[in-house]
């Protein structure tokens, strides 16, 4: 079996007649041309031919490529995790053409071929950098966001089993450990980084010291957890992989500034992990393979160094075509507000110390603030002093992007071109994870 890292989390798997890709993007610029892929590949057309298997592991577009996916076979089988969010994926990919999709169950083993079988591990980042918060979390039925997804990959001709996480950080290192229970690792696939995210490289109330100093210690806290699940686990190999990204748009120096070059580049992460670990550390690019044959790996010669970091000129972002509608942007917001409430409460989620918030929004022209316990706009009162301001400052554009759903407000953060204040700096889950869900009622939307 040959297993090959094209860019962030496309993975080949191959061995004979059979061929799997894994969460395709290789060719399209996402998120408005916010984000390019990294590093910048000649198009190996063979990548594409004689796919049997696509497994895309979340709906984030870095992972779920459209302009990829319509270069493979439309016959290919298409794997997706079952979570409610997933409908997204299997939705577009129908409208596309595809049709031999199959929602798989979590937490089970799934057959691919007479000897290749793959497990799909839920998801481990439910609450974020919240460590501590695993160790109190009560049982129950309630619903956290969380969409990312991971697999194991078991081989029984080679005899190897290979944990590959896509954006599935192993924040709870212990549940990772019980889905690979009795199970020798032979490769271990994690993110090593987080930039996908905006903050704090986009939140302005934070100075660049603070930028700096609050990625870095992100960056540490997910190093902690990984370097906890690879004790847990006790993998042969380490492949640091998805987290590679080339970012567009106003915030594209900045981000370099703002961000660790150690945890930026795969071979210098690749270098740090080994070394804190004690385990060989593989950054693979196009070029690369590892080929398991008889227990046996193979490492191919890199043919070329990867060009790392140098950024290609940049491109303008592109947003949706549309008509500003003639609507009240003031009735819109607070329908969409409604909107985000009633389907938190579909989904049971935990709105934990939301109603301490003020959710404040400023365009060219308006700023509205909404109180999250009336859910009113509420104008800055002696009432309403104390609370905390979380404050998106955008285009009335993007923003009617945004409520129209013709952009979902959590790709518009991986796109890094919002701008958001926070007051006080303190991250509070529910408010992110309410977000996910702030656009117009279906009946609204065309």
């Known amino acids: 079996?040959?297993?090959?890292?094209?860019?962030?989390?496309?993975?080949?798997?191959?061995?004979?007649?059979?061929?799997?890709?894994?969460?395709?993007?290789?060719?399209?610029?996402?998120?408005?041309?916010?984000?390019?892929?990294?590093?910048?590949?000649?198009?190996?057309?063979?990548?594409?031919?004689?796919?049997?298997?696509?497994?895309?592991?979340?709906?984030?577009?870095?992972?779920?490529?459209?302009?990829?996916i319509k270069k493979i076979n439309k016959n290919v089988k298409i794997i997706i995790?079952?979570?409610?969010?997933?409908?997204?994926?299997?939705?577009?990919?129908?409208?596309?053409g595809f049709k031999n999709i199959e929602m798989k169950n979590l937490s089970k083993w799934h057959k691919l071929n007479d000897h290749l079988s793959l497990y799909i591990i839920p998801p481990l980042n439910e609450l974020a950098q919240e460590l501590n918060a695993y160790a109190n979390r009560i049982k129950d039925n309630l619903f956290d966001v969380a969409i990312d997804t991971g697999i194991i990959l078991k081989d029984s001709k080679s005899k190897t089993n290979h944990v590959i996480l896509f954006d599935n950080s192993p924040y709870n290192a212990k549940r990772l450990k019980l889905h690979c229970k009795n199970l020798k690792i032979k490769t271990f696939w994690f993110p090593y980084n987080g930039y996908a995210s905006d903050y704090p490289l986009c939140y302005d109330n934070l100075s660049l010291k603070e930028k700096r100093e609050s990625s870095l210690k992100m960056s540490l806290t997910r190093e902690k957890a990984t370097l906890k699940a690879i004790k847990l686990i006790k993998p042969e190999y380490l492949i640091p992989h998805s987290s590679d990204f080339y970012l567009n748009g106003p915030r594209s120096k900045e981000f370099y500034r703002v961000h660790d070059i150690n945890f930026l580049d795969k071979k210098k992460y690749s270098e740090r992990i080994e070394k804190k670990s004690g385990i060989k550390a593989l950054a693979l690019y196009s070029k690369d393979h590892i080929l398991f044959e008889?227990?046996?790996?193979?490492?191919?010669?890199?043919?070329?160094?990867?060009?790392?970091?140098?950024?290609?000129?940049?491109?303008?972002?592109?947003?949706?075509i549309f008509k500003m509608k003639k609507s009240n942007l003031k009735e819109d917001l607070k329908l969409s507000i409604n909107a985000m409430f009633e389907r938190a409460a579909k989904y049971k989620m935990r709105l934990r110390n939301i109603n301490e918030w003020l959710f404040e929004i400023q365009t060219e022209n308006n700023k509205f603030t909404f109180d999250l316990e009336s859910r009113e706009i509420k104008k800055r009162s002696l009432k309403n002093k104390n609370k905390k301001k979380f404050t998106l400052i955008t285009s009335e554009k993007i923003l009617r992007s945004i409520l129209q759903g013709k952009i979902h407000l959590d790709n518009a953060c991986i796109g890094n071109y919002l701008t958001w204040k926070r007051s006080p700096d303190k991250y509070n889950k529910t408010l992110h994870d309410l977000l996910f869900f702030f656009h117009l009622p279906k009946s609204h939307l065309k």
């Open 294 to 320: 008889n227990k046996n790996d193979i490492i191919s010669i890199k043919t070329k160094e990867a060009e790392r970091i140098k950024s290609p000129s940049q491109k303008k972002l592109s947003f949706p």
């Open 81 to 96: 995790p079952k979570l409610n969010f997933n409908n997204i994926i299997k939705i577009k990919l129908e409208k596309n």
């Open 1 to 68: 079996m040959l297993l090959k890292n094209i860019n962030n989390a496309t993975t080949l798997v191959s061995d004979n007649n059979f061929k799997m890709i894994m969460d395709p993007w290789i060719v399209g610029d996402i998120y408005q041309n916010s984000w390019r892929p990294y590093p910048k590949n000649k198009i190996d057309n063979k990548w594409f031919q004689n796919i049997d298997y696509i497994f895309i592991s979340h709906l984030h577009e870095d992972h779920f490529d459209l302009k990829t």
